[in-house]
């Protein structure tokens, strides 16, 4: 759903969204969106600045990043996002920015694609590293086993036999 800045007023418009996951590129290994994501929300402008504030809703499998398993992560988020027009944008050289100013993204073409507001605010909420359980074992670094599912019967103590000349050197 694309939102023109010139269409948004200062009476805020309501919006529901159902977005499948291939309208959604997150573009991050190991993370999949498991079903529709729902975004209920509103536009508005305020002092010349148009906020797409709402919810977004939705579920995602995420790589353990020790096993490699799925883990299913449920995604409540809540966001105000502010959009300024890049035409109003003051052409200083020398621009004394504040706080609040740094919160806004600038619209380059007069469009908001809201697909891709949504991708983002996931994409923020997805944690940076994922553990399916306190306890997990991994893969084995020598055959690759899933650790938990599997006694590999590997030995850590093993030495790599390119490694094997140093084991002398004392």
Known sequence: MIIELANVGIRPKAIELTLSPDEIELDVNGVTLA???????????????????????????????????????????????????????????ELVLEGEDLDQSFVIDGKIDLAEVVREQIFLELPEQLICREDCKGLCPKCGSNRNLIDCRCYEDEIDPRWSALKDLR
């Open 35 to 93: 079903g529709d994501v729902k975004f209920a929300g509103e536009t508005a402008k305020i002092d010349e600045k148009v906020h797409v504030r709402g919810s977004v809703a939705a579920n995602a499998e995420i790589a353990c990043i020790r096993c490699l398993e799925p883990v299913s992560q449920k995604f409540e988020i809540e966001f105000d996002d502010i959009f300024v027009d890049a035409a109003d944008e003051p052409s200083d050289d």
